[in-house]
């Protein structure tokens, strides 16, 4: 089973808690009964050198300091001539007078074990300490026996059972001491290993949505130590990334478009080739026949001689027509092109174009007229390539007026640009068709293009003059007919400006 960080920090601190409460109890129960006594045995020699300091042979003026002496250690002080005979306690006390005094006997008495050898050796100056076993009580006593001034001999005594209870006193202390400790020591691991874990719980889950392209999640700085300057470079890295990643994106739509437009291009090319080819195929086999007509003889008469000439004149004038607007698309779609823009009435450029086909509205009896919203409205843009673009648009119109046979242009002046639309009447144009008509070639009724001249370029060509005019466009069916628009900038209404 996956142990988390936290549960592996708390089982590491939790372990490493009760090692060493495990060796201070062992060092306890091991060795503070001897280190204990050892301190005693120089506590007591300590003792016996301040009082030798203090001693100058009064017992009156150092009892009140031995006993507070005998009551720190919990023992007892006494001292003894060399003699034998004993001067404290027994021998001495200010509030009752001199009392009897006692004699070394063997051991010096019942309570007082020094061997009369250790008494010599003491009186030369020498301190003995050593440990007995109380006669009556059956404990061991510890005794310190060290020389005083005018040859007498203190001996210090403390019972060593006194200390051993206090250090088993000490010993079943420190187990409740460890246990709570211990229980302390939980709690506070768990708080801090939950302290030092969360931030790397944190930055770990920023890192899993890193790893899952996800770098809208950063980690949230709260302090300036190590942690925190991994989450500061963690934040850093995950900026980069989703710079970087996007960048890379941003460069494989691009090769995706280039690509997508090179196949387009590819196939648009192709598209043109054949167009082209079917767009001349028909002229070429029509001039072919009738000519070879004419170099055969196979008609006398002038008139027959004269219609064979005709076609052939004509169908070389659609060739002229078809070359001249490649070479116009040509121009406009190598990205080189330059407009040639001025001011002008567009009021007037209309006029100008619906003057020229008035023979031919007469002729096919359709109803033309023009609205604007003044007389004279200055634009901005080259003059020729719209007239162009107005010429295309109403010969679309004038070949698909139907039977009502109404054309309708129309200047609308807005706020800071002028709308022209050229309405025809008659039949719509297919919803599914309206995006097709500005691709070149394309004819939504071949014979009837084929009739009316039409190369299947005139559309095509407005698109492009209209783009270079940074210009909208587009085309609508409306109630009884078809509408084409386009926009162009607005310069003014003032007659003095164009």
């Known amino acids: 089973m996956r142990r988390s960080l936290k549960t592996k920090l708390f089982l590491s601190i939790l372990l ?93 008495g019942k309570y007082i074990s020094i061997s009369r050898e250790d008494l010599k050796e003491v009186l030369t100056g020498k301190t003995i300490l050593n440990t007995f076993k ?56 768990f708080i801090l290993t939950k302290i030092i874990t969360e931030p790397i719980v944190r930055l770990n889950k920023v890192a899993q949505k890193m790893a899952n392209l ?33 960048e890379l994106n941003k460069a494989n739509e691009k090769l995706k478009e280039d690509i997508e437009k090179e196949r387009r291009l590819d196939r648009m090319r192709k598209e043109f080739i054949s167009n082209v080819s079917h767009e001349l195929k028909t002229p070429i086999a029509l001039i072919k026949g009738y000519a070879e007509g004419l170099k055969d003889n196979v008609i006398e008469d002038i008139e ?24 116009d698309l040509s121009q406009l779609e190598s ?29 096919k009896n359709i109803k033309v007229s023009i609205k604007k919203d003044n007389d004279k409205i200055c634009v901005y843009g080259d003059k020729t390539r719209l007239e162009q673009v107005l010429v295309n648009f109403i010969n679309n119109a004038l070949n698909h007026t139907g039977a009502e046979r109404v054309l309708e242009v129309t200047i609308k002046q807005l706020a800071n640009k002028v709308i022209v639309s050229i309405y025809n009447s008659g039949s719509f144009i297919p919803e599914d068709e309206i995006d097709r008509m ?9 014979s009837r293009a084929r009739k009316y001249g039409g190369t299947g370029l005139g559309l095509s060509i407005v698109r492009n003059i209209l783009k270079l005019h940074n210009s909208d466009y587009g085309v609508r069916n409306i109630k009884n007919g078809v509408e084409f628009w386009f926009e162009l900038k607005l310069i003014s ?3 003095n400006d164009c």
């Open 493 to 495: 209404i003032d007659n």
């Open 438 to 446: 500005w691709e070149s070639f394309y004819k939504i009724d071949k």
């Open 304 to 327: 027959s001689k004269n219609f064979y000439c005709e076609v052939i004149m004509d169908e070389a004038e659609k060739m002229s027509k078809l070359v001249k607007d490649l070479l």
């Open 335 to 363: 990205g080189h092109y330059s407009l040639n823009k001025e001011k002008f009435d567009i009021c007037e450029l209309a006029d100008k174009v619906l003057n020229k086909y008035r023979p031919i509205f007469d002729e």
């Open 214 to 246: 996800d770098f809208s999640h950063k980690y949230k700085v709260v302090s300036r130590d190590e942690i925190g300057q991994l989450g500061e470079s963690l934040n850093y890295l995950s900026e980069k990334l989703s710079f970087t990643i996007n």
């Open 134 to 189: 109380h006669p009556k009580f059956d404990i061991e006593i510890l005794s310190v026996a060290a020389p005083l001034n005018n040859n007498k001999v203190l001996i210090i005594q403390s019972s060593v059972a006194s200390i051993k209870e206090g250090i088993d006193i000490i010993k079943d202390y420190y187990i409740y001491i460890a246990i709570i400790s211990l229980i302390i020591g939980i709690i506070l691991t």
């Open 16 to 108: 490493l808690t009760s090692i060493i409460l495990s060796l201070v109890w062992f060092f306890n129960v091991k060795f503070l009964d001897s280190y204990y006594i050892e301190r005693k045995k120089d506590s007591l020699i300590s003792y016996s050198n301040y009082i030798k300091n203090i001693y100058k042979g009064d017992i009156e003026k150092i009892y009140d300091e031995l006993e507070r002496i005998e009551n720190l250690i919990g023992g007892n002080i006494t001292i003894v001539t060399s003699n034998g005979e004993i001067e404290y306690p027994v021998s001495y006390r200010p509030q009752y007078g001199r009392m009897g005094r006692g004699l070394v006997k063997g051991g010096l």
